[in-house]
Every structure is written in C-alpha cells, then in structure tokens.
C-alpha cells in the first residue's frame, strides 16, 4: 500500500485511519506549496528477509525528469510486526510520515521512491497542474 492523504493516523491497536486520498494537486500559481500531506505506506514481506532493529526506510522524491525535489530522507528505522494467522511468517510495517509546506516548483509528475534495505519497493505519484479555479493551494 502506498499513498497520499490529507491526514493519516494508526492507532495503539494498528488500525490506519485514512482521510483524503488524492493524486492530483492544483494551484493558482508556481512556485508554491502544499500545506500539509502525509505519505502512507504498509510495507509486507518474509519475516526471514527483514532485519530488525536496522534502518532501512528512504524516501525519494524526484519530479518528471528524474530531479530531487528534496534531499533524500535520512534512512528510519521502522517496526515489524505479524500480519496474522492467515499470513504466517509474513511481517508488515506500517507507515505515516506527515509533510508539510511540500514546495510545487512547476507542474508535473512528481514521485516518492520508496526503498528499504537499499532495495526499491515502489513508487507513490501525483500530479501538479496550475488552474484558475484552485480547490487546493
């Protein structure tokens, strides 16, 4: 699971609240910046490839022709727990990181690279288009 939301929560129980998903962006105008966002991630795998207690989290961000956005994150060290009994031996994490003032130079793709252990895992993309009628700043 990977995606953008307005705002996202996991409770002590593990339950992940999620409220606006969205993958379009506007605004009246570039440069600016979007107030407030938070990436949402559920990272699944073996528990026999996670290494625990090691960072390994990192997150990219580049736009359409591949340029940082920002500095890539420093590597975060994440917890794993079971899935469940219909899953044994498979673990998960899940993740909520909030960003806020996220600068919009130009229009575009924009993507967060997501990697763990070095290893790419995936992809979250969005997009950013000025109109005059902007919903959203």
Same mark, same amino acid.
């Given at each position: ?13 593990? @339950? ?8 379009? =962006? ?9 107030? #407030?966002?938070?990436?949402?991630? #559920? =990272? ?9 207690? @090691?960072?390994? +989290?990192?997150? @990219? ?5 591949? #340029? ?9 060290? =994440? ?40 290893? #790419? +895992? ?9 109109? @005059? ?5």
């Amino acid at each position: 699971l990977g995606l953008l939301a307005d705002s996202a929560h996991i409770d002590p129980h593990g @339950k992940l609240y999620i409220l606006g998903e969205f993958r379009y =962006i506007t605004a009246r105008g570039l440069p600016a910046s979007h107030a #407030r966002m938070a990436l949402v991630l #559920r =990272i699944t795998g073996a528990r026999s490839e996670v290494i625990e207690g @090691k960072k390994g +989290l990192q997150i @990219k961000v580049v736009d359409e022709d591949g #340029r940082d956005v920002l500095p890539p994150s420093p590597e975060i060290a =994440i917890q794993f727990d079971d899935v469940g009994p219909a899953a044994r031996g498979q673990v998960q994490s899940q993740v909520v990181i909030d960003l806020q003032g996220f600068p919009l130079e130009r229009e575009g793709a924009y993507v967060f690279e997501v990697f763990f252990q070095e290893h #790419r +895992l995936g992809d979250v993309a969005f997009h950013v288009a000025v109109t @005059k009628d902007a919903a959203q700043p």
